[in-house]
Every structure is written in C-alpha cells, then in structure tokens.
C-alpha cells in the first residue's frame, strides 16, 4: 500500500489577498511541520520551489495566512488523495483567492 513521502508546492497565484493592508504571508502546517510557503500580494503569481518530506502517519497539509486568526485557515488538502499527479487547488476563503499547484509523491510500504 502507498503513502505520502514528499510533497512539492510549485506555483502560487494571489488573485486577491486576505489581508487589507500589507501582503499575505502564507503558511503550511503538516504534523509538527510548519514551514513558510512565500508572502503574496494581489496579482502576484510566483514558483515558491517548496519541498518537504512527509513524515509516516501525516496525511493532511493545512495552508493558513500566518496571522492565523481563526478565519485566517485557507484550505485542508487530503495528501492521500490523487499522489503522483500534478494537482491544482482552488482557495475561496473571506477575501482569499488563491491557486497553488502541488504533487505528492508517494512510497510503498
């Protein structure tokens, strides 16, 4: 049975940011990993090159704008879901709008 081992976010589309003033800073949150996925501004569209390995037993990846109100968690992607496929997700959250591309890549047992 395949796993989730190493997750890859590529391009990152801002069609309207979440905060009023200054930029979005975005956030990926996986287990006890968090890292930083890059700062956005409307209109901006950047490769952000993020690569993580994904520990056994996390299947969740939670993206939140690092001011992290409670309404500030933009999306909860399912890593088991579509593994060694390129995948774009939607965000439609509040004042939100984001594309990011990702891939999973998995490893059997």
């Known amino acids: ?8 976010i590529g391009i990152v589309t801002c069609n309207a940011q979440e ?5 979005d800073e975005l956030v990926g949150i996986k287990g006890d990993d ?8 409307t209109g901006e569209t950047r490769d952000v090159h993020v690569n993580r390995p994904i520990l056994p037993g ?30 774009i997700v939607g965000v439609m959250v509040g004042r939100a709008r984001y594309d990011i591309a990702f891939k999973v890549q998995s490893t059997s047992d």
């Open 19 to 23: 905060d009023f003033t200054g930029s």
């Open 34 to 41: 968090q890292f930083e996925i890059g700062r956005f501004s």
């Open 1 to 8: 049975m395949s796993h989730p081992a190493f997750l890859a």
């Open 58 to 87: 996390v299947t969740e990846l939670t993206i939140v704008e690092k001011d992290y109100d409670p309404d500030d968690e933009l999306i909860r992607i399912d890593l088991t879901q579509e593994m060694d496929t390129d995948r």
